[in-house]
């Protein structure tokens, strides 16, 4: 089996706890970028990865979960935890955004940033007050998202779904959040480039599975699977923003 290699420094993009993990899943895909580890390659133990990555083991924990969720690694009782033979199919399936800094709006960055800080734990408000056809409506966006046949329209799609979320708190302010989030996005024309060409079929498959799970686990009145979704969703979304500059 391949050995363990040592990973690059960690470059911080926040300094907000809950995004430690991000962090950690951050510094792993770029050690997979960089040949550090290859497919089917041990990582180190938690302790090992928490002492190099200069963070928390509990930090390390969680992001290894999402990453085994995600299908990027494998555990095996009393071996450790193994990178997948197809991570770099799993890459080619995420939606990785180049976003610049605005001086105007916040950077797509800091709106996930500070979405991580609360919404995970909304969706608890989500399953108690979303009535059936508003999850009727979200299933029908779903389809939009699979079938957007630009990738602005895939954009708008995925935020059209998410609206619909935060309205079935039935709490106008974080429906005012969402809105605002939406407004920043649309003026910097959600950091795209061709955003009249198609996003890439992998990349809109994926994220439909992604989110038609979180609106599942709605759907089922699943509080607790619904906050880890959403957890999964965004962490991996900050983890990746100019992941390959």
């Known amino acids: ?88 199919d799993v890459f080619s399936r995420m939606d990785q955004t180049n976003a610049a800094s605005h001086e105007a709006v916040p950077s797509f960055a800091e709106i996930i940033e500070g979405r991580l800080l609360f919404e995970p734990a909304m969706m608890h408000l989500v399953v108690s007050r979303v009535q059936d056809g508003e999850i009727v409506e979200m299933r029908r966006v779903l389809d939009e998202v699979l079938a957007a046949p630009t990738w602005e329209d895939f954009k708008e799609s995925i935020y059209a779904l998410h609206r619909r979320i935060f309205a079935s708190t039935k709490n106008k302010f974080l429906e005012q959040i969402m809105s605002s989030i939406l407004d920043d996005r649309r003026a910097v024309l959600f950091d795209g480039h061709d955003t009249d060409k198609p996003a890439p079929d992998a990349v809109r498959q994926q994220t439909h599975k992604d989110l038609r799970a979180i609106v599942d686990a709605i759907a089922d009145r699943s509080g607790k699977r619904a906050e880890e979704l959403v957890s999964d969703h965004l962490m991996r979304i900050l983890a990746t923003i100019n992941i390959w500059q």
């Open 1 to 88: 089996m391949t050995a363990t290699a040592s990973l690059p420094q960690l470059t911080a993009i926040s300094t907000n706890e809950r995004a430690t993990p991000s962090l950690v899943y951050r510094s792993l895909l770029r050690s997979i970028r960089d040949g550090l580890m290859v497919p089917g390659a041990r990582l180190p133990n938690e302790r090992e990865l928490a002492q190099q990555l200069k963070t928390s083991r509990t930090a390390v924990r969680s992001a290894l979960s999402t990453m085994e969720r995600q299908g990027l690694v494998r555990r095996r009782v009393g071996s450790g935890t193994f990178l997948t033979d197809d991570a770099h």
